[in-house]
């Protein structure tokens, strides 16, 4: 999924994206590339950008109905869209006291924005384990850890770190002591700043009049209202809720036999989840993960991720020069294949570093803009294994490109509606399409061409990722049936204590509420962009999928391709998404394909 928790090293790079907007040079050239200042001079440029901009917004503010032209407001308007877009939203349109009321909110709100991630980013917490509990994990992860003069291995609450401990650590009180930390990482201060942004959007809510920020969020969605919402997570929980008992009671099995013990003696703990859920793939499937990175180098991947790119949407990619903020940065040249005219660049990020943002995330730093001849830039952050990929990085990997497709191929008229500028409950639609092309054989079989000397995806190994694939829907979309439900929860009509009503709705779950656990104090969308919108993940699903079913059974047909260039990417957000996803599709959409795939009933 695309994070929006910004690390440290990549809030500079947007930061100085965003106030190099007026920058002679780098922004304006024929080619334009991200300029490369230095760290301490960024805040200077920054704060003289942004006090211009306010400066000239509030001139618009005081101007005289009479004197409000066409040409004098929208001409401001054309110079600045980059930095500023929904003016209504921000409370331009309010009465004058309820407008300074909506500025001192939306000035907190980002300020608890920025100490909530600060709060999880800034723990530096390393847990202790000893070389009996690190059983189970792959060299190439202990060949990483970091260890202490005794011998003993120190964990973070990175992400690298934290999951592939969780999916191969034999030790289960090692699983269950590392579970409870990373979910209080957050510390008891989240919680007071998640309860104070919740009472914070409530209250905008009522400036404008409406009962809830839900419903404030939804009617720029494409759901327009809370009830829309919670009619959806009716019918996701009614699909997964007897999945999810099912394949709990086959894991708890699992781990009784693995034990040696009777089903009724074992309980299955939420730490267990992610340990018995790799094992059972093992056994039954004959996947393994780690074993997979010999087929998927990351070089090899890379180069198809671009082949298969530039094949389905008639582009090229070249590399270039341009100034990089670290020797591992790649840069781009977005070529068209058919008038080789330059549409735009893209720079890839992959490997990991000290200090640097530790998920992957496509960030779209410069949004194209026809009117202002702005071609658009995109940059792709992430941390991948320079060796190789296991086949959820392949897909993550393809997920992200998916979010740079569509910023780099937008021709919008203003940069404000570029990209993936889009309603946010369709923003992960095209990503989570493009997934698919990791999942079937004729798109995968081409990464062979980049290493002659790799092993070969058949048909066999297909259909046995699709078999480990489709066990253990319940259990993830369950979860994200519980997110979205406590997101909606939280910013609903009714005022909720974030840790009460957390460890009610987790404990209405199989598995239950995990005791000492602050899950909420670690839940970053929800003051990070996405309150009141995590159920977006899973509609802009049932649309991804839909849309997946106009390439039939050729996911390399370039007909289709160009046609979902033309009327979903280069369009982004000027044109409803509804209205977009209609005409590709020729009908109205359907969930059909979205309610298999998260009961594990959809084909290969």
Sequence with gaps: MKEWIFGHSVRRLVLTALCGAFAPVAWTAPRPQIPIWNAPDIDKVCGET???????IAV???LPLSQATLERVFGTWNRMQILVEGFEDTGVALPPEKRARMKLILQRLEEVRQAFARNIRDNKTRLAFSPEEMKGLPASYLEKARRDDKGSYLLGFEYPEYEPFMANAENEEARRRYYIAFNNRGTPQNLELLGEAAR???????????????????????VESPETVHRFLDEVEGKVREVERREIGELRAFK????GKSVQEVTLNRWDLPYYQEQLKKARYNIDQEALRAYFPTDASVAWVFAVSGSLYGVRFVPAKAPLWHPSVRYYEVIDGKTARFLSGVYLDLFPRDGKYSHAAAFGVRSVSLLARRTPISVLVANLDRNGLNH????????????????????????SQGGTNVERDFVEAPSQMYEEWT??????????????????????LVKRLHAARSFGRGIQYGRQHLYASYDMALFGEREVDPMQGWIRMEGETPTGYVPDTQFPGTFGHLVGGYGAGYYGYMWSEVLALDMLSVYGKNLMNPAVGRRFRELILSNGGQKPAA?????????????KAFFEEITGQRGD
């Design 392 to 415: 959820r990085e392949l897909e993550t990997l393809l997920h992200e490109f998916g979010h740079i497709l569509h910023g780099v191929l937008s021709r919008t008229r203003y940069a």
């Design 579 to 591: 209205e977009m996803v209609r005409e590709f599709l020729g009908r109205d959409p359907s969930p």
């Design 60 to 62: 618009l503010e005081r």
């Design 50 to 56: 942004l006090s211009k901009a306010r400066g000239e």
């Design 256 to 259: 009784a036999e693995r034990l």
């Design 200 to 222: 914070l959007n409530r209250e905008i809510a009522s400036l404008y009049g409406l009962p809830s920020y839900a419903h404030f969020v939804t009617r720029r969605r494409m």
């Design 439 to 460: 999942r079937k054989k004729e798109p995968l079989r081409l990464v062979h061409q980049y290493c002659k000397a790799c092993p070969e995806v058949d048909e066999a």
